[in-house]
């Protein structure tokens, strides 16, 4: 178990939100802020992990692809992936037209959901030509999921659209022989820090063979050993709002000392 940190990125800006928050409306977007960066940028985020030698974080740009906003994002994208070359995944608006792009810009990895989760359900053409152009060693899928009923469904287009794709044993050891590793955002507990979704915890510590990385929720010490303990000690994790950077309560230099 490790940590992985992160830059939320969002109208230009290193932000944390409220998961599940995230509107649109044409061109322009909206969310709950628990966070804005107003003082530092994302290179400065960067730096700071790189000095910690964090490496695996991930840079998710929350705006539109095609928005002036979006290229807001991908500007500070930019300059945290210059800052710490390699040390980052980047995931929001990926798909087979720039998955090369966002490598040749300095990620380790590119992050797909919609294009892969498309109309509701998983198009493993669009995933397999994904790997044919970038290798499967480069991809993570992000499988970020939300209850319903009785079942958590992966969710896209900023966590508000339903696929018919249930976060189960049976899908996920299939999606993952098509990527390197998984990243987990519980959606419902998302930016809340109210504690960890525990039944999503216990699933994915209950699969062999998998790289995964979970968020949401986390907002105690307490949170974090018990996602160690009901991942079996598999689960990698990330913490956004929680942390002091971002101005929870959380220690950051602890966090990353310990689990780093």
């Not at 507990?189 to 039944?199: L, P, W």
């Not at 929870?248 to 310990?258: E, P, R, T, W, Y």
Request: glycine share 10%; charged share 25%; proline share 1%.
């Amino acid at each position: 178990m490790r940590f992985r940190p992160c830059i939320d990125i969002h109208d230009g800006k290193v932000k944390q939100i409220v998961g599940g928050s995230l509107k649109e409306d044409g061109m322009a977007s909206d969310a709950s802020e628990n966070f804005v960066s107003d003082e530092y940028d994302a290179a400065w985020y960067a730096d700071m992990y790189k000095q910690y030698g964090l490496t695996g974080g991930h840079i998710i740009l929350l705006n539109k692809s095609g928005t002036p906003a979006y290229e807001a994002d991908m500007h500070q994208a930019g300059l945290a992936l210059s800052a710490y070359p390699e040390g980052f995944q980047i995931g929001g608006g990926v798909d087979i037209s720039n998955a090369e792009k966002m490598l040749d810009m300095g990620a380790s990895h590119v992050i797909v959901t919609s294009y892969v989760f498309a109309g509701g359900q998983i198009h493993y053409d669009r995933l397999k030509s994904l790997v044919n152009l970038i290798g499967k060693e480069r991809l993570v899928l992000d499988l970020s999921c939300r209850r319903k009923d009785d079942n958590y469904y992966v969710v896209t287009d900023r966590w508000q659209s339903f696929t018919d794709v249930v976060l189960n044993k049976e899908n996920m050891s299939d999606i993952t022989q098509y990527c390197d590793e998984l990243l987990i955002h519980a959606v419902d507990v998302e930016g809340r820090q109210q504690g960890i979704e525990e039944n999503v915890a216990r699933l994915l510590g209950s699969i062999e063979n998998i790289k995964v990385t979970y968020a949401g929720g986390i907002s105690s010490y307490e949170d974090i050993e018990l996602l160690n303990s009901l991942g079996n000690g598999k689960i990698d994790f990330t913490i956004g709002s929680s942390l002091d950077i971002f101005g929870g309560k959380l220690n950051f230099v602890n966090i990353a000392q310990k689990y780093g």
